[in-house]
């Protein structure tokens, strides 16, 4: 009889090349995160229109794309216990599904009211995809690269962003708003039915859950093709902890960590829509024309790409909470100099795209920070619900920048008092750092490294 091989599934993946099925889970990462990138930014470009067809106030467009943040919230935040109960597959074609469906229903909006009910429940599904994609990729990915492609597949954020834009150009002027918003919808509901086909539950999640060892085997085998006997169990190395994932994440071991990922990312993605959302209105202010504060906005948003990358690389490179501290830092002092350079309008251009590289590479890199923090059986949990605090951030940060132009602040001043909340990201990110780095996937194995078939 032929003895049962004990294959661990981690050192698998992390002594492996990356095979053209991995890439294709990457790809699949980005193609959702792109999709939800579009239907975020589609408010963005239809909102003129709305303000045209429909004579709605700025006020009250706010309080659409507020509720909008407030579903990204709530759904991350429900969408991670989930996911490491049924499954990382489950819950992203379901909210796949879901936002499509609602970005649909919301084409279909008589009035503002109706369009605050389907933005609400476009939320819930653009909340649920996004950090348990970037979870299942993560659970994919070998450790030495895992930061880089996770910042990558989230480049398909201002990807998906980007392309919302150019098509808003062609489509709005010839059928409408209600043309782009159904594209929206459309487009991720064509793209399900992708998922279900091509997208393989995370393996990593299948050995914790006890999952039949043919199930296991059929999807390595897909990875590694010719590597993977069929006489072999599948094993992780010893979880440090075990119980409910929620509690997990709030446990002793993981408390202090988890808060200050809360602390860093509500604070990362507060710096990062008060300046996306605010920086066009600040600029003029100064004597800037409308086509300057757009181009300067839109390098500021373009720097991104190139700081997510970056971000990425570094992390893989150096200890990760250095890397990230150093980033914020600089973003930080970066953004504070944009109060002083009012009287160059090449200088601002420069300082924002260094500013927006740093702090929107920051941001993306917190989520591979995220994933490598928490075990397997406890990451989706984490991380989307380090997503679901930093939307929370996200929406005060409307009312922030709101207040601060009502405050009628020196232009300076206002960059100035930008400081305090990237100050908070460093202290956060050192301070997990030094109490709180954990690698829970590096616990010693107990089980026999990796054969070869014969």
């Not at 939800?36 to 004579?55: N, S, T, Y």
């Not at 599904?125 to 659970?139: C, K, Q, R």
């Not at 440090?240 to 604070?267: C, D, E, H, K």
Request: one cysteine or more.
């Amino acid at each position: 009889m032929a003895q049962t091989q004990r294959l661990d599934v981690r050192e698998l993946i992390n002594t492996q090349p990356l095979s053209r099925y991995q890439k294709l889970v990457i790809f699949l990462g980005f193609a959702v995160i792109a999709l939800d990138g579009f239907d975020i930014a589609i408010m963005g470009f239809i909102a003129p229109v709305l303000k045209q067809e429909w004579g709605v106030s700025n006020h009250e467009l706010g309080f659409v794309i507020s509720t909008a943040l407030i579903g990204l919230a709530l759904g991350a935040m429900f969408s991670g216990p989930l996911a490491d109960w049924l499954g990382r597959k489950k819950i992203i074609i379901n909210s796949v599904f879901f936002f499509g469906f609602w970005t649909v229903a919301t084409a279909f909006s008589q009035n503002i009211e109706q369009m605050i009910f389907f933005r609400f429940m476009t939320g819930l599904g653009l909340g649920a995809a996004m950090p348990n994609i970037s979870t299942l990729v993560s659970e994919y990915a070998p450790e030495r690269k895992r930061s880089f492609i996770i910042t990558v597949i989230f480049c398909g954020f201002t990807f998906g962003a980007a392309i919302g834009g150019f098509t808003a150009s062609w489509l709005i002027p010839m059928y409408g708003w209600h043309s782009l918003m159904a594209l929206g919808g459309i487009l991720p509901l064509l793209f399900v039915p992708i998922l279900l086909w091509k997208l393989p539950e995370s393996v990593r999640f299948l050995v914790i859950k006890q999952a039949p060892a043919g199930q296991i085997c059929a999807i390595l085998k897909r990875l590694y093709p010719g590597k993977i006997a069929d006489n072999v169990s599948f094993v992780l190395p010893t979880q440090p902890v075990s119980g409910n994932a929620m509690r997990i994440v709030l446990s002793p071991q993981y408390r202090f960590g988890t808060l200050m990922l809360w602390l860093v990312y509500f604070m990362g993605l507060f710096l990062v829509y008060i300046l996306g959302s605010w920086l066009p209105t600040l600029v003029k202010e100064i004597g800037l024309t409308v086509s300057q504060a757009a181009i300067m906005t839109a390098i500021y948003q373009a720097g991104g790409t190139v700081g997510s990358l970056f971000a990425g690389w570094l992390m893989d490179r150096i200890n990760p909470h250095r890397a990230l501290g150093a980033i914020f830092a600089v973003g930080g002092l970066v953004t504070m100099a944009i109060g002083f350079a009012a009287a160059s309008f090449t200088l601002l251009c420069l300082l924002a795209l260094i500013s927006g590289a740093c702090l929107n590479g920051a941001n993306t890199g917190m989520n591979a920070l995220s994933a490598r923090f928490y075990p397997t059986q406890a990451r989706a949990t984490g991380s989307s619900w380090m997503h679901g605090v930093g939307r929370i951030g996200a929406i005060l940060s409307a009312f922030a920048g709101a207040e601060m132009l009502a405050m009628d602040l020196k232009f300076e001043t206002v960059f100035l008092l930008l400081g305090i909340p990237a100050l908070l990201t460093v202290l956060g990110v050192a301070a997990k750092g030094w109490f709180a780095s954990g690698q829970p996937d590096n616990v010693p194995t107990v089980t026999s490294s990796l054969r070869s078939p014969s």
